[in-house]
């Protein structure tokens, strides 16, 4: 099949197929994007006159047809049709005639592909947002729950000094919301308009792009039509940067959460149906879930260097690797979603050993709280430090389990209503209210 941008010369079977590799997988996933592009720019190309009202009317009833082909599934692009966007222009063309043909005025494929990604990891960010979000109630649920429940806490792997599973529980959620302040600036990155920029300079036409730039939801424009090209690569840059950092939390948390399942700790536990067991070996119980987490997470944490290793050493204007990112950023939202989804559903199944201090190994435990009496009761520090020391080396340590933490971020004082208040507004800043309601007006 001949290409919307072919003349008369046809391009060699082997280039093409190396060339367009994995494209059509990944421009599938951004169909309705493409058509949402194509609704806004068209109403603009009609109020500039290059566009009739009559025309206009085919154009915007047929492309929302496509669209709700779209959200059922019935859409493809066919074998020999090189993107996405001839598929569109193609269907249109097919259905409505040389109204059809229009569409494309104003624009180069490069400023397309352009908005339809801004679109589509927009959309991917605030799937994001959410699966993020209820993973953080569950652990705030959690951090409440077993506030009062003590667990040790480490360092070096050493037993160091009491820790609760409110606090465990609670430090993963603040976490997250440190890791959505990242999302966040991702996300106003990625909310500006590139359309117009045509082939990254510009056109001769009149072009409205503060009205597709409202048609379409976003917060502003990319001004500079030079930067909006350059802007991808940019964009996926700080995108990696922000899922890697919601990554990170969940491949710590993994691996907590591998380790206190081991028999020397069990510290939790789960159902059989969540676990796996061993070809040879009965009584295993394997974390599998959380590891797959921990390995596809450690995974996602090289997604920054790997999208720089591929833009890092490109003059300004459009390349053709640039296509490669998708090939980067696609899977990463899915892995990183599925991996959310699955951590909000492991913690809606854990059980928590209540009995854990009661083994001796964890009397030194309260060495620090031993201490600290003292110094309250009047001793110095350093002679309380010795003074708890020698009763530890002589045997003769008894310490009062008893703890009494009242500073803000404490055992006893969790401050979860302000880590939770904190992230409340992180996500009421992402304003996806504004996004939604233009779309849905766009595809009215």
């Known amino acids: 099949m001949s290409k919307l941008w072919q003349k008369t010369t046809n391009v060699n079977e082997l280039v093409e197929n190396f060339t367009v590799g994995r494209d059509t997988e990944f421009d599938a996933q951004m169909a309705a994007f493409d058509v949402l592009g194509s609704l806004a720019h068209t109403q603009m190309l009609q109020s500039i006159g290059l566009m009739s009202a009559d025309d206009l009317g085919l154009v915007q009833?047929?492309?929302?047809?496509?669209?709700?082909?779209?959200?059922?599934?019935?859409?493809?692009?066919?074998?020999?049709?090189?993107?996405?966007?001839?598929?569109?222009?193609?269907?249109?063309?097919?259905?409505?005639?040389?109204?059809?043909?229009?569409?494309?005025?104003?624009?180069?494929?490069?400023?397309?592909?352009?908005?339809?990604?801004?679109?589509?990891?927009?959309?991917?960010?605030?799937?994001?947002?959410?699966?993020?979000?209820?993973?953080?109630?569950?652990?705030?649920?959690?951090?409440?729950k077993h506030k009062n429940t003590l667990l040790p806490g480490y360092t070096h792997l050493q037993v160091a000094m009491p820790s609760s599973f409110g606090l465990w529980f609670g430090a993963y959620a603040e976490s997250l919301a440190d890791d959505m302040e990242l999302v966040l600036a991702a996300y106003k990155i990625t909310n500006k308009n590139p359309l117009g920029s045509a082939a990254g300079y510009g056109s001769s036409f009149p072009l409205n792009r503060t009205m597709?730039?409202?048609?379409?939801?976003?917060?502003?424009?990319?001004?500079?039509?030079?930067y909006a090209q350059m802007g991808r690569g940019k964009t996926e840059r700080i995108i990696a940067q922000a899922l890697s950092s919601v990554a990170a939390t969940l491949a710590k948390m993994a691996m907590d959460q591998a380790l206190y399942l081991s028999q020397n700790f069990a510290f939790v536990?789960?159902?059989?149906?969540?676990?796996?067991?061993?070809?040879?070996?009965?009584?295993?119980?394997?974390?599998?879930?959380?590891?797959?987490?921990?390995?596809?997470?450690?995974?996602?944490?090289?997604?920054?260097?790997?999208?720089?290793?591929?833009?890092?050493?490109?003059?300004?204007?459009?390349?053709?690797?640039?296509?490669?990112?998708?090939?980067?950023?696609?899977?990463?939202?899915?892995?990183?979603?599925?991996?959310?989804?699955?951590?909000?559903?492991?913690?809606?199944?854990?059980?928590?050993?209540?009995?854990?201090?009661?083994?001796?190994?964890?009397?030194y435990l309260f060495s620090v709280e031993e201490v600290n009496r003292l110094v309250l009761s009047g001793t110095p520090f350093r002679d309380a430090y010795k003074q708890v020391g020698l009763a530890i080396e002589k045997g003769e340590f008894n310490p009062d389990q008893q703890l009494n933490h009242t500073h803000e971020g404490s055992i006893g004082n969790l401050y979860n209503e302000q880590i939770t208040d904190a992230m409340n507004k992180i996500v009421d800043s992402f304003n996806f209210d504004t996004v939604a309601w233009a779309i849905a007006k766009l595809v009215k």
């Not at 043909?101 to 990891?121: A, C, E, M, P, Y």
């Not at 409202?214 to 917060?219: A, M, Q, R, T």
């Not at 490109?314 to 053709?320: D, M, Q, V």
């Open 61 to 144: 009833r047929e492309l929302k047809n496509i669209y709700v082909d779209i959200e059922k599934g019935n859409f493809t692009i066919e074998p020999g049709v090189e993107d996405v966007h001839s598929q569109v222009e193609m269907l249109l063309t097919q259905r409505i005639g040389d109204a059809g043909k229009k569409i494309h005025s104003g624009r180069s494929r490069n400023d397309q592909v352009l908005v339809d990604l801004k679109l589509f990891f927009r959309h991917e960010l605030q799937q994001i947002v959410e699966e993020t979000k209820t993973l953080f109630d569950q652990l705030i649920e959690l951090s409440e």
């Open 212 to 226: 597709t730039t409202e048609l379409l939801g976003f917060d502003s424009l990319n001004y500079n039509v030079v």
């Open 269 to 363: 536990s789960y159902p059989d149906t969540l676990t796996t067991g061993s070809s040879i070996m009965p009584h295993k119980k394997n974390p599998d879930v959380w590891e797959i987490m921990r390995g596809k997470c450690n995974r996602l944490q090289a997604l920054p260097n790997d999208v720089a290793m591929m833009t890092t050493n490109l003059p300004s204007g459009y390349h053709r690797e640039l296509q490669l990112l998708k090939e980067l950023l696609f899977p990463a939202f899915t892995d990183l979603k599925s991996c959310l989804h699955m951590a909000t559903f492991m913690l809606q199944n854990i059980t928590i050993n209540t009995e854990i201090l009661n083994d001796p190994k964890y009397a």
